[in-house]
């Protein structure tokens, strides 16, 4: 009886140790619960970026082969991938600005038209883009019943669509004019 509960008391201490060592999150001051602000979005001419803190996620007991964009974790192209080597670790999620690449993890695109403010300011009405859209946890447990909370960080970027007509104007212009026949838009 004396050695089953030394069993039963080392076990789970020793799996503790072991979890601690291999991850670098335990007493980091990101292992907490996630929060809105642990993601930053980049949104850029060809492609958007978004960067997620690492620890607020293994925290709720998740990790990064368990993240994708919108909920599509059978496509490779919608997963994340970790990057140890910054402090805080963070996962790392882009796609290109394209209709493909937009698609391929079931972000949305929508247009609307407002009226012109800023730089636009000459023009009564402006067409936008926005490009939409989440990172969200699958649950590891296979049953109906689950322990751990979801995760998810909603992201979006705007772009006025005359900036998105003449930067891909200007991608096929430098196409056509090195002649480069692998030159995909």
Not at 78 to 92: E, L
Request: hydrophobic content about 40%; overall charge negative.
């Amino acid at each position: 009886l004396r050695t089953m509960w030394l069993v039963l008391v080392t076990y789970p201490l020793a799996t503790l140790l072991l979890a601690r060592a291999q991850n670098a999150c335990i007493g980091h001051s990101t292992f907490r619960s996630p929060v809105n602000s642990d993601i930053e979005v980049v949104c850029g001419s060809q492609t958007l970026d978004l960067q997620i803190l690492l620890c607020p996620i293994y925290f709720n007991g998740y990790n990064e082969s368990l993240l994708s964009l919108n909920s599509v974790h059978s496509n490779h192209l919608c997963k994340g991938t970790a990057d140890w080597s910054v402090d805080p670790p963070v996962v790392r999620f882009n796609f290109s600005i394209t209709e493909e690449g937009i698609s391929a993890c079931s972000s949305t695109l929508t247009v609307t038209q407002e009226a012109g403010t800023g730089l636009f300011s000459d023009f009564s009405h402006v067409e936008y883009i926005n490009i939409a859209g989440m990172v969200c946890s699958k649950d590891p447990g296979t049953g109906a019943i689950t322990y751990h909370q979801e995760v998810m960080y909603s992201f979006s970027c705007r772009y006025p669509l005359l900036y998105l007509v003449n930067n891909t104007q200007m991608s096929v212009l430098n196409c056509l004019l090195t002649h480069d026949s692998y030159c995909i838009q």
